[in-house]
């Protein structure tokens, strides 16, 4: 499945300054890897023994992964993907 | 003592003092750090007590370069000695009340939006915003107003319409959003990113949420520069509840106070309680929930600062419980009823969990506690609805003398 990774303004440093990512792959984690093959620093910075860090939440159309299936989440052909930092708010 | 960097809670890389809240290395939240050099307790002391009748007579402890300016100045609110709540629950303690809904619009919000205001102002910002259940909502309305500043102010659009109005009333963008909490959150997140505003719980966050210290500095000057023995104060966020430690802790290094931290108690509502979860499961992370309780003040699903909640509550001696919304309705009721407070929903929480706390002798004979009340029962009038009578009679004397000849009858 072809979909769009939105990389959050914090961590472009690590994508050249791109803010979108055009990947394949069929659930979540499979999308991260892709752009991890791409941009190889990212996988430090977001992820912790191949789980996200607890700090990062990631968003499939809008929807969090963790009321889904976490990284096993399915993804649709056009689906959006949406990293963003958990440290907002309150 | 001066403001030195930001640094990630995480992994402690330090980062430029600007509108930066994450860690570009691993993602975590950052941290105002100060540098405490060269500030000796008794000059300290002195300073707070020659300073102003509220939080920037704290300026020294807060993220200033420069004096801080922000026209509506919260703080020095009550703390009161609530015999007859103890008595009610039958406790040997020193029970002490901190209302902070007597700030300028009725919430501890005012402390950290008069910080982030404030600091919005001098990092050179023109419009301020924010994401919230109703209480920020209030805040940065006003202060905006006060400082002449542009505001916008994000909502879950089924907000309680007491805190719709007292936002509107300043004259901000108020913006209903459909959706909780959470998906505000993450709209504003995403906001933050491309407007250039200080959204003051999202880029501004770390400077924000320094302003909760100054219940904790106000707590133990109030007490004569001592400490309680426990606190019981309600979780949202966790951010409150965290920087209430921190501030006491700051004081502790110093040696403005001596003793130890005190035992930290969270509440929370059952309809909304990943932290209490996340603790009594012995998680050190909290899986987000989809909130449904009378408490909307508290009804954050993804609580950025839950895990430090969580690991100040287990280091403390502390706990964090949920009450029901039956069980928050009637400790509001309790508190009223004995204090003469009158809390909103938030508060009902944290009077249900203390109750909690008594029922479960978990309070020892002699403790001295402090209990935060944050917010004003005004604002959320529903809670109390049809929970009593009124007497309704013509203006006559026999008329009410009828109503009321059986309680006169001895």
């Known amino acids: 499945m072809a979909v769009t990774v939105k990389i959050p303004t914090q961590l472009r440093a690590a994508t050249g300054g791109e803010a979108e990512v055009e990947v394949d792959g069929s659930t979540v984690g499979e999308v991260l890897d892709a752009v991890f093959d791409t941009y190889g620093d990212l996988r430090e910075r977001i992820t912790q023994d191949g789980d996200l860090r607890r700090f990062v939440n990631v968003y499939v159309s809008g929807e969090d992964i963790r009321f889904q299936q976490g990284l096993d989440t399915g993804i649709e052909d056009g689906d959006e993907v949406t990293i963003l930092p958990a440290v907002a708010g309150g | 003592m001066s403001i030195e960097s930001l640094k990630c809670k995480e992994c402690g890389t330090p980062a430029e003092l600007g509108a930066n809240y ?143 109005l007292a936002t509107g009333v300043y004259g901000t963008n108020l913006v209903g959003v459909r959706g909780n909490y959470d998906d505000v959150n993450r709209l504003c997140t995403q906001l933050a990113e491309t407007r250039p505003w200080a959204f003051v719980n999202v880029n501004l966050r770390p400077y924000y949420a320094e302003g909760s210290k100054t219940l904790a500095y106000e707590t133990a000057e109030q007490l004569g520069w001592t400490l309680p023995d426990r606190v019981v104060a309600p979780i949202a966020s966790g951010s409150l509840f965290t920087k209430l430690g921190r501030g006491f802790q700051e004081w502790l290094d110093l040696g403005l106070v001596e003793g130890r931290q005190p035992a930290f108690n969270g509440a929370q509502a059952e309809g909304c309680d990943p932290v209490a979860t996340a603790f009594a499961e012995g998680w050190d992370v909290c899986k987000p929930q989809r909130p449904e309780t009378i408490a909307k003040s508290l009804a954050i699903g993804d609580p950025a600062d839950g895990p430090y909640a969580v690991e100040h509550a287990r280091k403390t001696g502390g706990g964090i419980d949920a009450v029901s919304d039956a069980e928050i309705r009637s400790a509001i009721k309790l508190l009223a009823e004995t204090t003469g407070i009158f809390t909103e929903t938030a508060g009902g929480v944290t009077v249900g969990v203390l109750r909690k706390l008594a029922e479960r002798g978990e309070i020892g004979a002699g403790e001295r506690v402090v209990v935060y009340i944050t917010g004003e029962g005004l604002k959320t009038l529903d809670a109390v609805r049809d929970t009593f009578q009124m007497h309704e009679i013509d203006p006559h004397l026999d008329s009410f003398e009828a109503e009321f000849s059986q309680e006169v009858a001895v």
Not at chain 2, 30 to 48: F, Q, T, W
Not at chain 2, 71 to 80: A, F, K, R, W
Not at chain 2, 104 to 120: C, E, G, L, Y
């Open chain 2, 22 to 164: 994450v860690c570009e290395n691993c993602f975590g939240p950052l941290e105002v750090a100060y540098d405490y050099s060269g500030l000796e307790a008794a000059e300290a002391k002195r300073r707070i007590q020659a300073g102003s009748q509220g939080i920037w007579r704290y300026a020294d402890f807060l993220p200033f370069e420069g004096r801080p300016n922000d026209p509506l100045e919260p703080g020095l609110t009550p703390l009161v000695r609530a015999d007859r709540l103890a008595a009610r629950l039958g406790i040997d303690a020193e029970l002490w009340i901190k209302n902070d809904a007597a700030n300028p619009t009725h919430s501890f919000k005012d402390r950290v939006v008069a910080v982030a205001v404030a600091k919005a102002q001098e990092l050179g910002f023109e419009t301020v915003a924010c994401a919230s259940t109703g209480n920020l909502a209030n805040a940065v309305a006003a202060h905006a107003a006060a400082a002449g500043l542009e505001s916008y102010v994000f909502v879950p659009a089924n907000l309680e319409e007491q805190k719709l």
